[in-house]
């Protein structure tokens, strides 16, 4: 049976909103701010309005044209404050929104390598686009509205009171019902909210793992399991939609009636003072504005409820992203002279696995030296490139990377002294100029040149568009073995005195592989490199052998 995920208390969710709130406190304040400005205005409407009738039925005295006047000032400025509220939201709104969204994705890039591995990454997108609208609008829109109702119920009220307590008592009468029922609704939306997100974060999953993998589904022939697949979580999230909206419309109806009721209560008891002489008809009139002044906040608060249940789910959502462990901060450390890569009694398991993938490894890769690790798969290679680069850290043991001068432990401030080549098609979308780039800001045209003949990747100049030929997502418009030698030429930009490789030249013929290995040797002399791959024919260029087997 699936667990239920536990729900953060609201004490947390707002202390952790308030942390993230400067982004957009602005925005925030500002509508703010016009919000309670059009509270004013619409009260002194009321007052204006109560102030014509009288005048008119000669209950009072004045001048109804420059009251009337006085009323089209007051609709202006409400016309002004809207324009302004709309101008901010457009102006500020996506500023906010790119700036929460940079954030949560350069913290998941820092973020520690094998900590993001339980969340699929359609899921994680649908955190960083859905989620992260979400709570910006909860900062910058919701909250605000909520100060603003909030406002406006208690100033129509007092308002109301002054004229005639009986009245406001009677149109109030229905808050303590409606206060206990919001208490209801947001503890039982917030269940069904959640289960919809993760229903959406799904079918986003299965929908870009089938655009990802289109090829293999296609050699598979499992376009219909796949359909069917993304049918049945359509299906889920379409009963969840509508459990939500039967809740939603009961609750909605009940609201209504409530409110309604005391309107008509209230209503009634006013035309009985007025028939008696009690009341003016201006006061009746301000009464039935200020009625839906006072009702619309609360309808207003009942309609931001399923709002404020999605905003709180997405803030519990981006949290547990927060909350993912992030890498030792430290300055990149640049170690001088040849380097050698120390392994003493390393083991390893990954947490998902019941057995130790590395066990009792030692190894001394000396400077300068070309290692070929063989092995079949699942004895570790791949383990121990990440052990080396410090994307995991062993349970056992110790690595260390060291020069004649310095010994020091595998970190993540050692990176910038390697550079990796790993397994499969890497390149990004845009130009092979933006990829090659990626392993050298600086580099010229002139080292781009170089870097692509040492990677025997001379085809980019015969392309039409030479390096500025622009690659689709993983290198698409190229072949394997095209994008294979892009890709090690970007590593060959990366300044480095250790390089290691993944299988990073398995979509090569042999004597492509010779001669690539060939210039690797003399481009990199001095430097040591490790080369993970499973062809035998490897060994004649290295001067070291690992053979690891399964633990």
Avoid at 36 to 47: I, K, M, P, Y
Avoid at 371 to 398: F, Q
Wanted: charged letters at 20%; aromatic letters at 8%; hydrophobic letters at 45%.
């Amino acid at each position: 049976m699936k667990r239920r995920r536990s729900q953060h208390p609201i004490k947390q969710i707002l202390l952790w909103l308030w942390k993230h709130h400067k982004v957009c406190r602005t925005q925030a304040i500002l509508n703010v701010l016009i919000g309670l400005a059009q509270v004013g205005l619409g009260l002194l409407s009321v007052d204006a309005i109560r102030s014509l009738t009288d005048i008119a039925t000669h209950a009072k005295e004045g001048s109804i044209l420059w009251t009337a006047i006085a009323l089209g000032v007051i609709y202006l400025l409400e016309l002004l404050l809207h324009i302004a509220s709309t101008w901010i939201s457009a102006a500020l709104g996506v500023k906010t929104q790119n700036t929460t969204q940079h954030f949560f994705f350069h913290r998941l890039l820092k973020g520690k390598w094998n900590g993001i591995e339980k969340y699929h990454s359609g899921d994680v997108l649908n955190r960083l686009f859905s989620d992260v609208n979400d709570i910006v609008n909860l900062m910058t829109e919701v909250l605000p509205t909520v100060i603003i109702v909030i406002t406006q119920l208690l100033s129509s009220f007092i308002y109301l009171y002054i004229m005639d307590s009986n009245l406001a008592m009677i149109v109030i009468i229905a808050s303590p019902a409606f206060i206990l029922f919001s208490r209801i609704y947001f503890k039982k939306m917030r269940r069904i909210v959640r289960t919809i997100k993760d229903s959406n974060s799904a079918i986003q999953s299965i929908i870009q793992e089938s655009i990802i993998h289109k090829m293999v589904i296609k050699v598979l022939e499992r376009e219909n399991t796949m359909a069917n697949r993304l049918e049945q979580r359509q299906n889920l999230l379409r009963k969840q939609i509508k459990s939500r909206a039967k809740f939603s419309i009961l609750s909605k109806s009940l609201v209504n009636i409530g409110f309604t009721g005391a309107f008509l209560a209230a209503l009634v008891f006013g035309l009985f003072q007025l028939q008696e002489g009690l009341i003016t008809v201006g006061v009746l009139m301000a009464f039935t504005q200020l009625v839906s002044r006072i009702q619309r906040p609360m309808l207003d608060a009942a309609r931001l409820l399923p709002v404020l249940v999605n905003s709180m789910t997405s803030c519990e959502r981006l949290m547990e992203l927060e909350n993912l462990p992030l890498e030792e901060k430290r300055e990149p450390i640049h170690l001088d002279g040849e380097i050698g890569i120390r392994f003493n009694n390393v083991s390893y398991a990954y947490p998902s696995c019941n057995h130790t993938v590395i066990n009792n490894f030692s190894h001394d890769f000396r400077p300068g030296s070309f290692t070929a690790i063989l092995g079949e798969t699942g004895t570790g290679k791949t383990t121990l490139i990440r052990l080396i680069l410090a994307l995991i850290s062993p349970i056992e043991g110790n690595g260390e990377a060291y020069t004649s001068q310095q010994s020091l432990r595998l970190s993540a401030a050692l990176r910038n002294n390697f550079s990796y080549i790993p397994q499969g098609n890497t390149l990004f979308s845009g130009s092979i100029r933006e990829n090659l780039l990626m392993g050298n800001p600086q580099a010229t045209t002139d080292d781009m040149r170089q870097a692509l003949h040492t990677a025997m990747a001379d085809f980019v100049f015969e392309l039409p568009d030479g390096l500025d030929t622009k690659c689709a997502e993983q290198g698409g418009g190229l072949s394997e073995g095209q994008a294979q030698r892009i890709a090690i030429a970007r590593a060959i930009l990366h300044p480095c005195k250790v390089l290691l490789l993944d299988e990073a030249t398995s979509a090569l013929d042999v004597e492509t592989e010779k001669k690539l290995l060939e210039n690797l040797k003399q481009h990199f002399k001095g430097s040591t490199i490790i080369f993970v791959t499973h062809r035998l024919a490897v060994v004649d260029f290295t001067s070291d052998v690992i053979k690891m087997t399964k633990s």
